[in-house]
């Protein structure tokens, strides 16, 4: 702002005091003005009594009340390079301890040791049972709820260590979520402190702590409705598929905007080169993050029904295209989400639109002139698109064993981090 003054004309300053009332505020005003100096409580007081002479000197005055409106951002210290990017370091590892209890719930929903803690205590669940009575009194209260009932009936008594092993990877899971609270909470009131933290992420740090919140609310809420006794005795136990896509939709949500503000403090921006279809690949882009978002949290279903156990053949299932009980429930709309054909036609056919459409946009950019990075990350995530839809195929091959299933489950967690990076990168930038 001072260099403002300083390269204003000879006459602007002369002339001032011709203009200007004369009184203490002024004249202090003016003699800092012409050496140069001004600061913002200077100015701001000074244009109260300039704006009553716009007519003689409108140039100055409006001059003067335009540097007014930035002189209070110019004057605020600025965030150095390096607390930026320890700040985007930390967003980062945010997302990765996200990353971690998406993968982690879904190898406990694998090993279907979810409905093993019966309760939901926030301290007394970090300490899991010591002594073998206290494992036996556990083991007893579990014995109550339908899944060991139902584990009885078609596989035989379930022995104590059998029970330790769930109960540890449900454990580990809660736990898991737990730490994601802490690495977030404890380096952001630090951060506060220092004042690190930009104007623009302080409202962004309330919705990340509301979302771990109601990220721990929604698991608790989810594993309650796999512990109500069902009407039907032959009813395998399952957690609520509605509420399992709820849970990792906003996991997946969380994991994202911790992805995105992390990359945009650590990243140093570059300017897209100006062509006519940018505002299109700009918006294709966000849509393929969405797309891929969608297909993702469409597993969820899939995973809340075992539906990859119905059809285990590809591309058709069975012999057909379109199988004969694609629409078996009444009413029509109940077999998108709780018929296990319907949702894994609907996962197949997202998946394989969603290989289609990165692919094509990955044909269609190759000819615009993008930056370096931006074209990296479109050529990552096209090449993470064949893996993952990869990875579903063998998984569904052979009959969803554990590690190909949660490494396609992480595979997906992957495929969104690449498009999250790619809108990232052709995000447009103020000028």
Not at 182 to 198: H, R, T
Not at 244 to 268: E, K, M
Not at 294 to 322: C, E, H, I, Q
């Amino acid at each position: 702002m001072q260099s403002l003054f300083v390269n204003m004309s000879s006459l602007g300053r002369n002339a001032m005091p011709l203009f200007v009332k004369p009184g203490p505020c002024c004249q202090k005003f003016h003699k800092c003005f012409t050496a140069g100096r001004v600061s913002y409580s200077q100015l701001n007081a000074a244009k109260h009594h300039l704006s009553r002479h716009k007519k003689l000197f409108p140039g100055l005055v409006s001059q003067v009340v335009r540097q007014t409106a930035t002189a209070a951002e110019t004057a605020a210290p600025q965030i150095s390079r390096r607390a930026q990017k320890i700040v985007g370091g930390w967003l980062i590892s945010c997302a990765g301890m996200c990353a971690g209890a998406v993968l982690l719930g879904g190898i406990t929903r694998l090993t279907e040791s979810g409905l093993s803690m019966v309760d939901w205590k926030l301290f007394k669940d970090m300490k899991p049972p010591r002594s073998q009575q206290e494992w036996e009194e556990e083991f007893e209260i579990y014995k109550q709820y339908p899944e060991y009932k139902y584990v009885a009936q078609e596989k035989g008594e379930m022995t104590l260590s059998e029970f330790k092993f769930i109960y540890y990877m449900e454990w580990g899971h809660r736990m898991w979520g737990r730490g994601v609270g802490l690495v977030f909470a404890l380096p952001a009131l630090y951060f506060l402190k220092k004042g690190w933290i930009s104007k623009a992420l302080k409202p962004r740090l309330a919705i990340f702590a509301g979302l771990i919140g109601f990220q721990g609310f929604l698991g608790w809420y989810m594993v309650k409705s796999g512990l109500e006794e069902k009407q039907n005795a032959y009813e395998i136990p399952r957690v609520s598929q509605y509420r399992l896509a709820a849970h990792l939709g906003s996991a997946l949500l969380l994991y994202t905007l911790f992805l995105w503000n992390g990359l945009a403090h650590v990243l140093t921006p570059v300017q897209i080169p100006e062509f006519k279809q940018l505002a299109r690949v700009r918006g294709m882009a966000h849509g393929l993050m969405a797309v891929v978002f969608v297909t993702a949290l469409s597993g969820a279903f899939v995973a809340g029904l075992d539906a990859g156990l119905t059809y285990n053949s590809w591309p058709k299932m069975a012999d057909r295209w379109v199988p004969d009980d694609l629409l078996a429930m009444s009413p029509k709309w109940k077999n998108m989400f709780e018929n296990a054909t319907t949702v894994q036609f609907n996962h197949r056919y997202l998946a394989q639109s969603t290989v289609v459409l990165i692919s094509g946009f990955w044909l269609m950019v190759r000819k615009y002139p993008l930056p370096r990075r931006a074209r990296l990350a479109v050529n990552c995530l096209a090449g993470m698109a064949f893996i993952q839809a990869s990875l579903g195929i063998l998984t569904l091959l052979m009959y969803v064993p554990t590690h190909l299933a949660a490494t396609h489950q992480s595979g997906s967690v992957v495929l969104l981090s690449m498009a999250t990076w790619l809108a990232l990168e052709l995000k447009r930038l103020p000028k």
